[in-house]
């Protein structure tokens, strides 16, 4: 164990504990000046957030990271703008803190009631895009939490400038220090212990890959809410219509191929396949997405290579796509039960009740019909940037905004009354 790590961090949960008292009752008018404070802050000081994360591209490169994940290592002035307008949005958006949810009098008199309420101190632990260090740290100040942020290793540098540029701004806004913290080390060691912190964290959300889901299934003894594993899938039934499956599919692999909510496997019914998938496939060639097939896709598509049993359950992040021809509708929905990993699924077709069977049949946190699966956002859904996407079923699922970062707690109101 290294004592001197896990010292340092039990510092920062003191700290976060006693920050998260203050922020239980603050004002949402002092929570949004924060906010803008530090939006404004990120804008100003772009040059070094830039400088920081040319140092993360550098030895990305030099560890030999595809493109994809250097583009999502990536920042420049429009994602920086960009950032800092999420946190502006996140101001604007309603506080949830102290909203009633329901209130009812009971017949002895007492009025009982739910309220909305900060969950405490939220633990993240993330994977190589650094603008989740401005979104999780305006999420959670605007729900009224404190933050502990471990990012990945290959964005150290940009994590430690965004984190160090927010908090301190925050705390120029009246924010107690600790309110924003990252844990500022590369080591796995401090991952596993932020799994461990019982005394200090309330949730853990893990925002990640198989691997980071497997470790804190084996570590966690901390709650947590699993996010961001996204093996998706788009069913093109046997009544769609292939003017809409093509640019469907090409922009839910292609458009940004290393988000979790771009598609990775395509499955295609038989009575369409021969009709429908060379062109689909040749769009997608032309974007230099490599094509893994099952045998009936080799043979209508001979440039595919064939897949293997690993391709139907791997999250590529990248220009590959696995493509599959199906029998029916229930061997789609079989196979995306079976290998999808509970993100987002969509189904193309003109048969109302194809789709519904579809959506009703598949176990997933969005499922589409006729769209693509890169819709699956909090901005895009209404309420602003998200902690990640929930995978699992308990408290949230889907799209993590303010809301799902809070708890309640019942109040009641009374006259005097006692129980006999």
């Not at 100003?44 to 290592?73: C, H, P, T, V, W």
């Not at 993330?126 to 990012?151: F, H, M, Q, W």
């Not at 005394?199 to 959300?205: C, K, N, T």
């Not at 929930?390 to 019942?410: D, I, V, Y």
């Amino acid at each position: 164990m290294n004592d001197l790590l896990w010292k340092t961090m039990v510092e920062q949960g003191e700290q976060a504990r006693k920050a998260a008292r203050f922020l239980a009752t603050a004002s949402t008018s002092l929570k949004n000046e924060a906010l803008i404070s530090m939006a404004d802050a990120l804008e100003d000081q772009q040059a070094e957030i830039m400088q920081a994360n040319q140092q993360d591209l550098q030895a990305g490169r030099e560890n030999g990271l595809s493109d994809a994940l250097l583009d999502r290592l990536a920042l420049d002035e429009k994602r920086i703008h960009d950032m800092a307008q999420g946190v502006r949005e996140i101001a604007a958006l309603p506080d949830p803190v102290g909203e009633v949810i329901e209130m009812q009098r009971r017949p002895n008199g007492l009025d009982v009631g739910r309220i909305r309420t900060p969950m405490g101190v939220v633990g993240i632990i993330y994977e190589s895009r650094p603008n989740v260090t401005a979104d999780a740290a305006a999420l959670c100040l605007k729900a009224g939490n404190a933050i502990l942020l471990r990012g990945g290793e290959e964005a150290l540098y940009s994590n430690r400038m965004i984190a160090r540029i927010i908090s301190t701004a925050a705390s120029r806004a009246g924010i107690p220090e600790g309110a924003i913290q990252l844990i500022d080390s590369d080591s796995r060691e401090a991952a596993v212990y932020l799994m461990k912190m019982n005394d200090y964290l309330d949730v853990l959300i893990p925002r990640g890959g198989k691997g980071l889901k497997q470790a804190v299934q084996e570590n966690a003894t901390v709650p947590y809410i699993m996010t961001g594993m996204g093996n998706c899938h788009i069913y093109i039934d046997e009544e769609a219509d292939y003017e809409k499956a093509v640019p469907i599919v090409y922009n839910a692999k292609v458009q940004r191929p290393s988000v979790c909510n771009a598609a990775e496997t395509l499955l295609i019914h038989q009575q369409v396949a021969d009709e429908m998938l060379p062109g689909i496939l040749n769009k997608l060639k032309e974007a230099r997405v490599e094509i893994r097939g099952c045998e009936r896709t080799c043979k209508i598509y001979p440039d595919a290579i064939p897949a293997r049993v690993e391709d139907w359950e791997t999250e590529y992040l990248d220009l590959i796509i696995a493509v599959r021809v199906v029998d029916s509708l229930e061997e789609a929905l079989d196979h995306i039960n079976t290998y999808g990993t509970g993100h987002s699924e969509a189904i193309v077709s003109e048969s109302y009740g194809h789709v519904r069977r579809f959506m009703a049949g598949v176990d997933a946190a969005a499922v589409y019909a006729n769209a693509s699966t890169r819709f699956t956002d909090g901005n895009v859904f209404g309420f602003g940037a998200e902690m990640g996407i929930s995978t699992q079923k308990l408290h949230a699922r889907g799209p993590m905004g303010l809301r799902e970062l809070t708890t309640t707690k019942f109040i009641i109101y009374g006259d005097g009354q006692i129980r006999s």
